[in-house]
């Protein structure tokens, strides 16, 4: 008799508990690939938009860097314009030089003189 009753009890209760905690882990397993495939699509996503960010921020660097290199071009060439007034100026100031030369040559100096020191640069980059 309570082996019936057991045996009764295994069938109508327990294999009905068994068949509802694989179906309960069916449906976990279910959520959960859900889940992985929700993260993939974002993860997709993220890499488009933040690609799209990447991508503007280096156009941004190249257009910034082109711009200072512009600038320090500038700077260099007044540079080399300001070492040429130098030596040309000693080059016409020494013992030997003509003078004659130098006096045909001093307003332009003079000149070039003032616009180097009257041109504007930034200095606040």
């Known amino acids: ?4 009753k057991l045996g009764e009890s295994i069938k109508m209760n327990l294999l009905d508990k068994r068949d509802q905690l ?7 397993e ?3 690939e859900e889940i992985k495939y929700v993260k993939l699509i974002i993860e997709r996503d993220i890499r488009a938009e933040y690609g799209g960010i990447l991508e503007r921020l280096k156009s941004a660097e190249g257009i ?5 290199q512009h600038e320090m071009a500038e700077l260099q060439k007044d540079c080399d ?3 040429d007034l130098g030596s040309m100026f000693n080059e016409f100031t020494r ?11 001093s307003r332009n100096l003079y000149e070039n003189i003032e616009y180097l020191v009257a041109k504007p640069f930034k200095v606040n980059i």
């Open 95 to 105: 013992k030997e030089a003509d003078q004659m030369n130098f006096l045909l040559r």
């Open 22 to 28: 694989l179906a309960q882990i069916h449906r976990i």
């Open 64 to 68: 910034k860097l082109a711009i200072l």
């Open 81 to 83: 314009m300001i070492n």
């Open 1 to 4: 008799m309570r082996l019936g």
């Open 30 to 32: 279910y959520r959960m």
